[in-house]
C-alpha cells in the first residue's frame, strides 16, 4: 500500500453516514483503494440496493479523497446499487470550473 493510498483510507474514516453516525469504513462501505501516480479509484459498495443517500456518500467520498495531498484524480465508483449507472455518472462527471 503506498504512501497515498494510507492517507486516502484515513479520510475515509472520516466520511460518516448521517444516518447511522459511523464512517463509511466502519460500515464496510468500501470495496477498495487503487492508486497509481495520484490516481484514485474507490469503489464503494452503498449498504443496500436501494440507499437512498448513495449519491450523497459517493459525492461525499469523491470530495474527501480529492482535498488529500497528492491527490491528482478522483473516481469512484458504486457496486450493488440499482442506480450504478446513474451515481457513477453523476459523481464522475467533470466539473466546471468556479
Known sequence: MSELEKRVRDALEKVVDPETGL??????CIKSVSEKDGEVVVEFVPTSPF??????????????????????????????????????EYVNRPRSPP
Open 51 to 88: 440507499c437512498p443517500i448513495a449519491f450523497f456518500l459517493a459525492s461525499s467520498i469523491k470530495e474527501a479523497v480529492e482535498r488529500v495531498e497528492g491527490v491528482k484524480r478522483v473516481k469512484v465508483f458504486s457496486r450493488g446499487h440499482v442506480m450504478d449507472e446513474q451515481i457513477n
Open 23 to 28: 464512517s463509511v469504513v466502519e460500515m464496510g
